[in-house]
């Protein structure tokens, strides 16, 4: 595969000044390719696209000078959602490597927060309403059994209320041994970032988030080296080069 683009160091300063890197145009066809692959991800969500395509762009085709490094460029091509350092700080956290479990959204699962004990009498909302359907008791409730799963370590929330305290703890009991010998969980969400732009990415991610931010171990920063059970693992590719340089990104308005 050809060589490596580069997203430079944003606190580095430029070795030249006064002489344009790129007055525009650039490498379309470079853009073109990685664009494909960007549209095609479906890793990818809407804000996370929008983030990779800039950065593509950025890199392979935005005009740039010693007042337009190429996290700016980064910036324009996303628009005024992203205003300044602060905006494009947000877009970074949104791509964080991490594991994010069932019940990160409210809404995602129905059995959220609801008890899972077994329903025996009708519920009087009538046949369509879930506990019904799922023959579940449903009361609301915070307590919690979480069983991971052995090879992924990702999690499944079991809720059950009050009454139905007698199966938490046979879940939990029944789910002790499997959760101490289950891995760390499988990050779930960003490090997309990594996958597409060859850079010093633990330094961006705690530029975002915090200066303690530590990667998800032992798994790394790369959404295509996270194993994806029954899934072949993402065959390696050739990754933009995006340099933390030319610029200096911890300036508060762009
Ligand atoms: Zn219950």
Known sequence: MGAALHLAHAHQQPVKKRRPKRTGGGNGGEFATIAHRIYQDDRADTQSRQLLLAAAYAITMAPLDEDTNVWRAICNAIGPSVADWNGLRSRIRHDLPCYLPPDHRWGSDRLNQRCRGPRVRMHPDGPDDFRNQMKVCGEKTHDKVVEKDPVTGWHTNHFFCARHRDHLHRVADQVAE?????????????????????????????????????????????????????????????RLRLVLGGGDLDAPTI
């Open 178 to 238: 499997q959760n101490a010998a289950a891995p760390p969980p499988v990050p779930n969400s960003g490090g997309l970032l990594p996958s597409y732009f060859d850079s010093d990415w633990l330094w961006m991610y705690r530029w975002a988030t915090t200066q303690t931010w530590e990667p998800p171990e032992p798994y790394g920063l790369r959404a295509d080296d996270w194993p994806v059970p029954g899934q072949d693992p993402v065959p390696q590719k050739a």
